[in-house]
């Protein structure tokens, strides 16, 4: 995110405020006018005289109107969503070279924007990443499970992506945080009061490992539907996910249902056939294609060939730096040898514009070369896990 | 079998004494000339004068000659043999209607002849049947469900088949038993002396209830080869094999091999990822194109529509019995209401040949009509599960 707000990001952020994620008016009407235009036709959208419009499309659209502006008086400024990054809380819009592309697989149900806490970039962890998900009242074997095979791919290198509940989710976090991997919460909530309040330390230990991420503006509560719109996004963002217990009606399997519809790899863990809890996995395995996985090396194995290399891990980016392009290489220079630095600043010491500098920071990270932090942007430290763009 | 020995049956037998089983020259041999015929030549082999053979598998034809003729001296006579049934020990060869048509799969392996002890009839038991194996150090939770899944199968009315071994396959064993249902144990030696001796009061309930099965006369011993060599014999009798649990590589994981090779359907069980002896089983379905079963009905659903119609368990034969042609209808009649009696006493009241009697309680057998008894054959109880043919 650039230093100031563009038209366009604020009207995502806007649109945050306004709309519940998902819906299909605004997403349509995004993609005909842009997020700036469809705000403009929101603010100042007028009823037509004379009483109900003569087409079901257009009485729809009345309705949507109607509830978007009910919201409006609510609708912060743009200082105010700025403001938010004094607690931490940024914004990625698609325009940001941190938006993650695959979320347009959504199609018109992509996310408005995201609102993010942490220090990982978004883009380049969910380059590689997996969702270890499951249910809330785990059994202490899918807890164990979850948190193995979370620290086992996160030691790889991956991105361990989940939904910051009780049971599997908090357990994947906290195997990927205990083998000092990067862990991203994508919540269904607000960022200022993360949900649930009992994950309060967990919740710090993700955002200064990783990230917490959100559709919803902060001061929003979560709610069961927006437990289950939120589960799209978990989908959507990782690589592959990977299911460990879940019941047979349950969010879990909500979610392997858009990571098999949005093409992504679906996987779950077999457990006993007298558990409940084992159910859903199995209903994966048999009814939805899923793939068997007993071992966090069997989930890298299935998500391709790509990081499975032996010692990939641990080696350094693809492209070795003296074959960059020239600004990359004066993007890199700018950066310092310690710390983080902010865009503009890297801009100035390039010597370019800030928007070109962005982009290349962002293709940067997505290189292996850089990552963000709280000051901005650093140079990635070595031992840390590269990604091949 | 029929009141005396025909000459290919007792060539037959005389194979199971002199060669081990699925001893390809063997196998060859008897398609080439017969068991008669083959034994005719073991007999009567003479090595060519003058030193090794030219070829090679001339040279193999003349080592195998001398392996089985070295056991010809302990080869019984036919009256001996059919004297075992007075230990309740009979036997079954492909010229018999009990013999199951379906080990013909087996090619040149096929056994040369089966030794039965037991009231079930092989071949239509094994019409509709499944084989449950699994580890013999099976956990709670594989004897939990071996027995689960056998009770339930076996009361839909179909045979279970094992191998007679501690764990797993005790388990299906008693389960099937405790429903009420046939259960077929398919041992690696002698019926005289089932092996392991600590299941002498299982086999006993087992013969009472369904069929021990041999290749091997009595006298011999259990190996770790024949136990090998055995698994064959349950993957060609069973319609499915469902594995519960077994360890990387174990005789189980054998026996699926051969129901893959077999075209037989293949199930497996999940179980926790944790647990050692579940890893044979997730090989089963993640490499092996195994189909993961959680229940009893899976199994069944997986196994085909014949029986899975509900009831199909209790129905009656599909076949109305006016509707048989007239010499079957004349076998049944002559069947007493109560109780069993011999092919020939069969024969006499029906007035048939004996040979085209036998062949005619064998479909009649296969057609749910009739099931073999200690005194020979008998009327169907009802309520008894029937198989259409």
Request: hydrophobic share 45%.
């Amino acid at each position: 995110m650039n230093e100031r707000l563009t038209d366009e990001a604020y009207a995502r952020a806007a649109m945050t405020y306004l709309a519940e994620p998902a819906d299909r008016w605004l997403g349509k009407l995004i993609r005909v006018l842009g997020a700036a235009g469809a705000l403009d036709a929101i603010k100042h959208y007028q009823a037509p005289a004379g009483g109900s419009p003569r087409t079901k499309a257009g009485e729809a659209m009345r309705a949507a109107m109607d509830r978007w502006r009910t919201r409006l008086p609510e609708l912060p400024g743009p200082e105010e969503v700025l403001d938010l990054r004094k607690a931490g809380i940024r914004l990625t819009t698609p325009q940001d070279p941190e938006w993650p592309g695959q979320l347009a697989d959504l199609g018109d149900d992509q996310p408005y924007a995201l609102w993010l806490r942490g220090n990982a970039d978004l883009r380049f962890n969910c380059l590689r990443s997996v969702a270890v998900v499951g249910s809330r009242a785990a059994t202490a074997y899918g807890s164990y499970v979850a948190a193995e095979f979370a620290a086992s791919v996160a030691a790889r290198g991956l991105a361990v992506i989940s939904g910051g509940a009780f049971g599997v989710d908090a357990a994947a976090h906290r195997g990927a945080l205990s083998a000092g991997g990067v862990t991203i919460a994508v919540l269904a909530g607000g960022l200022d009061t993360p949900y649930p309040a009992a994950h309060a330390e967990l919740f710090e230990a993700i955002a200064a490992q990783g990230a917490l991420v959100s559709e919803w503006p902060p001061g929003r509560n979560v709610s069961r539907l927006r437990f289950l719109v939120r589960n799209r996004v978990i989908a959507a963002l990782a690589t592959g996910t990977v299911v460990v217990e879940a019941a047979e009606r349950s969010g879990a399997l909500n979610t392997a249902r858009h990571a098999r519809d949005l093409n992504r790899r679906l996987m779950a863990v077999p457990g006993p056939v007298t558990s409940d809890l084992s159910a859903g996995c199995h209903r994966i395995l048999r009814d939805w294609q899923g793939t068997l996985v007993t071992s966090a090396a069997e989930v890298i194995e299935h998500l391709g060939p790509l990081d499975a290399r032996p010692g990939a891990a641990t080696a350094a980016p693809v492209l070795p730096r003296d074959q960059l392009d020239l600004d990359s290489a004066k993007v890199l220079d700018a950066l310092p040898g310690r710390g983080g630095m902010g865009t503009v600043r890297v801009a100035q010491g390039a010597g370019l514009s800030p928007a070109a500098t962005a982009t290349l920071l962002g293709q940067l990270a997505t290189g292996g070369f850089v990552e963000r932090c709280d000051d901005g942007w650093r140079l990635r430290r070595t031992g840390r896990p590269a990604c091949p763009p």
